[in-house]
């Protein structure tokens, strides 16, 4: 059985990344108009309703996604054949990986004060505020899915 990844496998990851962007780019569009509506108004109370319902779904989608990368992850790792020498590799990409978490991060927090949708999405604020640890626990626990078994 062929157990090798392929240009396939990213598309489910993908696909979560662009749900999630669609969503965060759909609550800018209805806050940005809601602004032009007058609340008093039904176009004004459907778009007040609209936006309420994107920050609980937009919250919610942003964690499962990050879970779902994350176990995809775990999951890929432990079903592909991986030498152990590649694990020198990880090792030296981890901390690159982190960098970058860092810097994304930083810059997240940076405009965190200026952004008016910091409040509506917490869930995302704690992830983009703790990434590079959550950069290094998912890292190590591929690392671990990929190299612990013996695989015949």
């Known amino acids: 059985m062929d157990k090798r990844g392929s240009l396939d496998d990213m598309s489910i990851p993908v696909m979560l990344i662009m749900i999630c962007f ?7 569009i209805i806050s940005s108009t809601g602004t032009a ?4 108004s039904t176009a004004g109370q459907l778009i007040a309703n609209a936006k309420l319902m994107f920050s609980r779904v937009g919250n919610t989608s942003f964690i499962f996604i990050v879970v779902a990368l994350i176990l995809f992850n775990l ?3 432990f079903l592909l054949l991986t030498h152990p020498v ?6 030296i990409l981890l901390p690159i990986s982190v960098m970058i978490a860092s810097v994304m991060s930083n810059a997240y927090e940076a405009s965190l004060y200026t952004m008016s949708i910091a409040s509506k999405f917490p869930v995302m604020n704690f992830v983009m505020l703790h990434l590079p640890t959550i950069i290094v626990v998912s890292s190590i626990l591929s690392a671990i ?3 612990a078994l013996v695989k015949q």
């Open 22 to 28: 669609s969503i965060f780019a759909a609550y800018m």
């Open 145 to 147: 899915a990929a190299y």
């Open 37 to 40: 509506f007058d609340s008093s």
């Open 75 to 77: 999951i890929g790792a």
């Open 86 to 91: 590649f694990l020198i590799v990880d090792i």
